[in-house]
C-alpha cells in the first residue's frame, strides 16, 4: 500500500442557524481545501462525504452528488457514508483505502450537517433513531440518555462517587469552552465554570445542559493524495499513519463490557498497530466528546488513562496544551460544535493544523506536535480511528 | 434463513408480560432482546424460552428532554436491567417518586410489566417495552 497524505482542508464557521445549505456549506469547505492543496477541482478523482440528517434538516437527500456537480467535479464519481456522528471519519478511513490502494491519485472527503434547522425536538427524535428503534426507543431512549447511563454505570463499577464524576464531567466542558474560544470557527465564544457547568438545567440525569454538545451546523473537507503527489503539492503533508474502525450492537447487547466500549479499544488497537505506535506517541487527540462523561471513557478507552481514572487528567491539567495528552484544543465537540455528518473532517482538519505547527497565533498550539490521534464515536457504537503524522 | 424469535413475536409476547428470549444450546447463553444469533457464541441453535422478567438494575436515568412527539411523557425514568438469567435489557421504571430516583436505584430488584410505545411517524408502528417495578 502507497503512503496517502491529507494536502489541504477547508472549514466554515460551525453555528447555529447557518444561512447556507447543507450542499453551500460543503462546497465552501471543500473549494478552500481544494485551492489550499493548489488544485483545480478537474484534478479530484473521487468524492467521499459524510452526511446524515440531510433528509430530516432540509428534504435533501444525496448531497455528494449536488456537491461535485456544484464545485465542478463534473461527473465523478461521489459516495456517502453513513455512521451517525462518524460519519466523515467513515468516509475518510474508505478514502484513505481506495488511495493506499492505488485506484486514485487524488480524492476529496467532507462531510456537512445542518441539524440546528430541525429544531431540538425534531433533532433529538432523529438522533435517537442511531439507537435500537425496535428494543430501546421505546423505553425513550435518547443520546443524551446512553450517556447519562453510562455516567451512573461509570461512578458504581470504578467507585468514584457521583459527585466527584460530576465535577471532573464539569471540567471537560470548561476547558472545551476555554479553548473555543481561541478558535474561530467554534460555535461558542464564551468562557463557562464548573458551577455553571452544575448549575445548568437537568437534561437527562446526571447530564446537565452544558455536559451535552449543542447541534450544530457546519461543514468540513480535505484533499488527500498518494505520496508522491502530496510532495509536488505541499512542502507539509501529513500523512494518515494507522486506520481503524469497529462496530457494536444497541447498549444492551454491549452489557458486560460497558462502560467501556469495545468498538472504540479495537479500532484505536488496529491504528495503533498499523501505524506502529502506542497512546505514548500520541501529542495531540481530537476525540469524540459529544457528552462530559464521554471524553472520561474516550482517554480511558485509547490507552490515555487506566480505566476509571480518566477525569484525573483533566483535574490535573494533562489535558491541555503543555500536559501529558492534550484533549480537543479545537474546543471540542462541545464548544467547536458538532455538525454530525462533518465532524470526522473538522477533527482532520484540526490535527492537521495542529502538526503543521499552524495554530501558534490563535493560542493554542500544541508545541512540537508531530503525531495526532483522531476518534469518533457515531450512535451506540460505530468507531473510527485515525493516526496521523508528520516526517 | 429466518429469525427464530424476531421483533413482532417479542413483542406481542411482551404486551402479554411474557418476556421472550433465546437460549443457546452451544454454549447455555441467554440473549434477550433477541437476535438472529448467540450473543456470546454467534451460535444459531437457539430455543424460544420464557424468561422470569426478574431481575436488578444496574443503571438509570431521569430524562427531562424527550424526544419529538413524547414531550407528554417527560420526567421518565430509563433503565437497564440485568435480568436473573444474565442479559441486560432496557425499560422503563415506574412507582417512584421523583426525588428518589439517585444512585441507591442501582441494585434495586424489579419485576416485568410492560408499556405499548403506540408508535410515531417514523416508528413503523407500535412497539412493547418492559415496564419495570420493585419486587416487594
Known sequence: MRRVAVVGTGHTRFMFNSPKTEVEMLAEASMDAINASHLKPKDIRAIFTGNVLGDFSEGQGMVQSYLANDIGCFNIPASKFEGACASATMAIRDAYMWVASGFYDIVLV????KATAMGTPLATRTFAMFGDSRYEYPAGFTFPAFFAMEAHLYSKKYNVPLERLKEQMALVSVQSHHYGMKNPHAQFHKEITVDKVLSGFMVTSPLQLLDCCPFSDGAAA??????DVAKRLTDKPVYIAGVGQASSGKMSSQYKYLPRLRARELAVKQAY???????EDIDVCELHDCFSIASIIAVEGLGFAEFGKGGELWEKGETKTGGKIPVNISGGLKAKGHPIGATGASQLHEITRQLRGELVDEGRQVAGAKVGLVDTLGGDGVIVNLILKTD | MEYKLDFRTYSDALKKNKLLGLKCNDCGTFTCPPKMTC???????LEIV??????EIVTFTQTFVAPQGRECEAPYTIVM??????????????DIAPDKINMELIGRKVRLGHKVFPGDTYSDGEAARPLFSFQI
Open chain 1, 110 to 113: 467532507g462531510g456537512t450537517e
Open chain 1, 273 to 279: 498497530e498499523m501505524a506502529g505506535l502506542g497512546p
Open chain 2, 81 to 94: 436491567v440485568e435480568l436473573d438469567e444474565g442479559p441486560w435489557t432496557m425499560g422503563n421504571l415506574i
Open chain 2, 50 to 55: 420464557e424468561l422470569s422478567g426478574n431481575g
Open chain 2, 39 to 45: 450473543q456470546e457464541c454467534a451460535g444459531t441453535d
Open chain 1, 222 to 227: 480535505v484533499v488527500l493524495a498518494s505520496e
